[in-house]
Each structure stands twice: as C-alpha cells, then as structure tokens.
C-alpha cells in the first residue's frame, strides 16, 4: 500500500490565487521529504528538500518566497503555490525515503499533484 | 558538470524482451536507481544497484557496471502494462539523486 499520501491530486486555480498542496507519510517519520515538479514529457526536477523543524533547502532558480515550504511534523511537509500564474502549472510530486538501515533508501512518491493555473 | 543519458523512446512488442541503457557522469555514485512511471502518476520504485552485477526480480533485470558508469534495465515478457516511462537515477557523494529524463517505452500488441 501507499506509504506517501498527497493531495490534493488535481487543483485548479484562477491566476493570482495560492494552491496549498499536502504530502504525507503513513507509515514512518519522514525528517526528510523532497519536492518535485514534472513538465509534460520531462524528467523530474528537485524544487527543494524539506527538512523537519527547519528552513526547507532550494535548488537554485527556484523562488522560495514563491514556493512555500512548510515541514512542521514528521509526518507532514506542505507545498503552497504563492500567487499562481499559468506557467506554474505542473505536475508536483512529493517523496521521502524511510530512514531504515540496510534498506537502499529508495524514495517513496505521494500520488502527485496536477495543478492547471487559468 | 554531471549528467544522465536515456534513450528518449523505445518500441518493444507484447512478449519480447528489450533493454534500457543508461549512462551516467557523477561526482561520485552512491546506488542507481530504476522507477517506473505511467503517465500522469508518481513513479514507482523498481530496482537498485550499488555492486557491479545483474540484480532480479521477477521479469525486471537490472545490471551495472561502475567502472563503464553503465546500467541497463531489462524487461521479459513484456505485458501491455509495461509501457511506461523508465527513469534512471544516480546517488552522488553527497547522496543527492540525479535524475534521467526517462526513456518512454511503447507495446505494441
């Protein structure tokens, strides 16, 4: 079963307006999770790594005062779309790996989110 | 600068088998990773290497070679579901992931 849960999967917005956007872990304390965003028919692009308790760390180019990243529990990071405009729209992703020892430390994905900004 | 190269898109037909390249150039490798990723959805964990060698599971293969900074996916008994996106990815030194751009495979009936 599912061990990131996102949502919401599809959000639609008017231009100007601000998308929150949750991620999940179900079933283990995630300190680290990282957001993605996907354009159509490219490969995924690291927004930013969001740390628990602390300052999310961004990738460069990537506004942080646009994309808000928000970790205040172990189990739940944020991502809010601060005045969305149309060339925002993509596909956001989310993911966490389980800090276990032995494990190859793979990332789990949430289910994504498709945000069309009109 | 580091980077990872995929074939953009492969056509195999129901049945057969077919082979994903992927190459990469990193600052050091700490694991490569394969995902799956249908169109529209998050991927999905398929594979990971860190030793030299070929690694299976079921009808999905994965190979690598450090020293060539090679790896390859290998997928048998190809089934109409398995067309899908293949992403390659690559732990640096700092275990930062490196993503592919996917190579997009296509089943043909």
């Known amino acids: 079963g599912a061990v990131v849960s996102q949502h919401p999967s599809w959000v639609i917005c008017k231009s100007g307006t601000s998308v929150k956007i949750e991620c999940r872990s179900l079933?283990?304390?995630?300190?680290?999770m990282f957001w993605y965003r996907q354009f159509p028919k490219q490969s995924l692009m690291l927004m930013a790594t969001?740390?628990?308790?602390?300052?999310?760390?961004?990738e460069q180019g990537v506004e942080k005062d646009k994309f808000l990243i928000n970790h205040a529990s172990l189990t739940l990071s944020t991502l809010t779309v601060t005045s969305a405009h149309p060339e925002d729209s993509s596909f956001y992703i989310c993911?966490?790996?389980?800090?276990?020892?032995?494990?190859?430390?793979?990332?789990?994905f949430g289910e994504g989110s498709r945000l069309t900004v009109l | 600068g580091q980077n990872i190269d995929q074939p953009t898109e492969m056509t195999a037909t129901e049945g057969a088998i077919v082979q994903i390249n992927c190459t990469y150039q990193?600052?050091?490798?700490?694991?490569l990773f394969w995902y799956q990723q249908h169109a529209g959805e998050a991927p999905t964990f398929l594979s990971y290497?860190?030793l030299d060698g070929l690694e299976e599971k079921g009808r999905f293969s994965s190979f690598l070679s450090r020293s060539k900074g090679y790896s390859y996916l290998l997928l048998k008994e190809l089934q109409m579901k398995d067309s899908a996106s293949y992403l390659c990815?690559?732990?640096?030194?700092?275990?930062?992931?490196?993503w592919g751009a996917g190579t997009k495979l296509i089943i043909k009936p």
């Open positions: 993911s966490a790996s389980k800090p276990l020892a032995g494990e190859a430390g793979e990332l789990f």
């Open positions: 079933d283990f304390q995630a300190t680290t």
């Open positions: 969001s740390n628990e308790g602390s300052k999310a760390t961004y």
């Open positions: 990193t600052s050091g490798f700490n694991g």
């Open positions: 290497n860190v």
């Open positions: 990815a690559v732990k640096d030194s700092n275990y930062q992931l490196i």
